[in-house]
């Protein structure tokens, strides 16, 4: 089983950034995917950015395109988002997730096995 921590959320103005980290462990550690997903106050799960673990694909929502970005350190296990130009809808709890099965595109949720806590974003107007 892989155990998945975030860290890096918190409270920042509007136009300003934050960079998410997602810590990975386990033995050993094997993602076919890596992705982020944010859930905001009565609204579902939403796929935000992810990437091929051990290749070159990434898919980022529309929404957030130009703005975050999604990348990784193999050697680290960590996956990170680089959030700029946060706006107010971007306010949320962020979850990191992982794929142990390929098969699923990186957006399919239900593709997704492990998750971390969650870290609140928060982005004031």
């Known amino acids: 089983q892989v155990q998945l921590v975030e860290s890096g959320g918190g409270l920042v103005q509007a136009g300003g950034s934050l960079r998410l980290s997602c810590a990975a462990s386990?033995?050993?550690?094997?993602?076919?995917?890596m992705g982020w997903f944010r859930q905001a106050p009565g609204k579902e799960r939403d796929f935000v950015a992810g990437?091929?673990?051990?290749?070159?694909?990434?898919a980022v929502v529309d929404s957030v395109k130009g703005r975050f970005t999604v990348s990784r350190d193999n050697a680290k296990n960590t996956l990170y988002l680089q959030m700029n130009s946060l706006k107010p809808d971007d306010t949320a709890v962020y979850y990191c997730?992982?794929?142990?099965?390929?098969?699923?595109?990186?957006?399919?949720?239900?593709?997704?096995?492990?998750w971390g806590q969650g870290t609140q974003v928060t982005v004031s107007s």
């Open positions: 997730a992982a794929q142990s099965r390929s098969g699923y595109s990186i957006n399919d949720v239900s593709g997704y096995d492990d």
């Open positions: 990437l091929v673990w051990s290749g070159s694909s990434t």
């Open positions: 386990g033995r050993p550690f094997s993602a076919y995917a």
